[in-house]
């Protein structure tokens, strides 16, 4: 089960990144009392700085679609 969640998060990662004006993304899911998470993509666009557990993003108004 670990897998399909992990497979799902890359998948929906890689969709993400087909948007030009999306460069990285990271993507943390939470089911059945286990934790799963996944970074994908660069922070500065040729710099090779993948994203990380500790990378903070902008989300702007996301939180009203998740409140």
Known sequence: RS????ISIKNNALEFLKDDRIHSVSIGVYKDGR???GH??????????PP???TFYDIAS???TIA
């Not at 897998?3 to 992990?6: A, F, L, M, P, R």
Request: glycine residues 8%.
């Open 52 to 54: 990380t557990d500790q």
């Open 3 to 6: 897998n399909e969640v992990n």
């Open 62 to 64: 996301v939180t009203k």
């Open 40 to 49: 994908f993509g660069e922070l500065t666009i040729g710099q090779n700085n």
């Open 35 to 37: 934790q799963y998470s």
